[in-house]
């Protein structure tokens, strides 16, 4: 078993993402926090580790790896069982294709760096933020119809596994609502949240285990 260090921030949805994924194969780790507010992901030891500066970064038998999508995969390839992706490779398309609106099309247009450009006031920054979540979601609503009109979609966003599909999705919700997102126009999405957190593993990956 390889040492795991999740050096994360309790609030950030990238962050969760991979606790969860951790939480899912029941892999142990070590986290080492990184205050966001305080602009420790800008010291020159974590940035040694993450080129960008941003958590997570998992370090792996003391080698780094950034980026959630490329963490969550190696431990997908690492630790097979229990799956995150479909059996079927078009579903794992999907379930990427769900994952990638919000790891592409919305978080990165939210994030704290982007935010401090867009404006020093707060509420400019949450107009902002909340303009590109409501696009995202109404666009992650249309893929979830499109989904079950497939027969893709099961108990959870697809299939009866929860799996990459909420791994981003449902840490999305969590910051909408800081961002006071009006979530009403996607009852699809609530209902992919609701069920996912009912599930154990997102429970304790959850950012409320890890306030400080
Ligand atoms: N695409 C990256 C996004 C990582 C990211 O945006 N992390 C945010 C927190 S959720 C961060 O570290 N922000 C620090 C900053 O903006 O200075 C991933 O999936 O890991």
């Given at each position: 078993?390889?040492?795991?260090?999740?050096?994360?921030?309790?609030?950030?949805?990238?962050?969760?993402?991979?606790?969860?994924?951790?939480?899912?194969?029941?892999?142990?780790?070590?986290?080492?926090?990184?205050?966001?507010?305080?602009?420790?992901?800008?010291?020159?030891?974590?940035?040694?580790?993450?080129?960008?500066?941003?958590?997570?970064?998992?370090?792996?038998?003391?080698?780094?790896?950034?980026?959630?999508?490329?963490?969550?995969?190696?431990?997908?390839?690492?630790?097979?069982?229990?799956?995150?992706?479909?059996?079927?490779?078009?579903?794992?398309?999907?379930?990427?294709?769900?994952?990638?609106?919000?790891?592409?099309?919305?978080?990165?247009?939210?994030?704290?760096?982007?935010?401090?450009?867009?404006?020093?006031?707060?509420?400019?920054?949450?107009?902002?933020?909340?303009?590109?979540?409501?696009?995202?979601?109404?666009?992650?609503?249309?893929?979830?119809?499109?989904l079950e009109r497939?027969?893709?979609a099961?108990?959870?966003?697809?299939?009866?596994?929860?799996?990459?599909?909420?791994?981003?999705?449902?840490?999305?919700?969590?910051?909408?609502?800081?961002?006071?997102?009006?979530?009403?126009?996607?009852?699809?999405?609530?209902?992919?949240?609701?069920?996912?957190?009912?599930?154990?593993?997102?429970?304790?990956?959850?950012?409320?285990?890890?306030?400080?």
């Amino acid at each position: 078993m390889p040492e795991l260090v999740l050096h994360h921030y309790w609030r950030s949805s990238s962050s969760w993402r991979v606790r969860w994924a951790l939480a899912i194969k029941g892999v142990p780790w070590r986290g080492e926090a990184v205050d966001l507010l305080t602009g420790a992901q800008g010291a020159a030891g974590f940035v040694a580790k993450s080129p960008m500066g941003y958590v997570p970064c998992l370090v792996v038998d003391g080698r780094p790896l950034s980026e959630s999508m490329a963490i969550v995969h190696w431990l997908e390839e690492t630790f097979p069982s229990p799956a995150l992706l479909p059996a079927d490779a078009f579903a794992r398309a999907r379930a990427r294709q769900l994952a990638e609106l919000v790891n592409a099309g919305i978080q990165p247009l939210q994030n704290l760096a982007v935010n401090r450009v867009v404006s020093s006031d707060k509420d400019a920054q949450r107009v902002w933020a909340a303009r590109w979540i409501e696009r995202g979601f109404a666009s992650v609503e249309r893929d979830l119809e499109l989904l079950e009109r497939e027969g893709l979609a099961g108990r959870h966003a697809i299939g009866d596994a929860v799996g990459l599909a909420e791994l981003y999705l449902v840490p999305q919700l969590y910051n909408a609502r800081r961002y006071q997102v009006d979530l009403a126009p996607y009852p699809r999405l609530l209902a992919v949240e609701a069920a996912a957190l009912a599930t154990e593993p997102a429970q304790a990956a959850h950012p409320d285990r890890f306030q400080p």
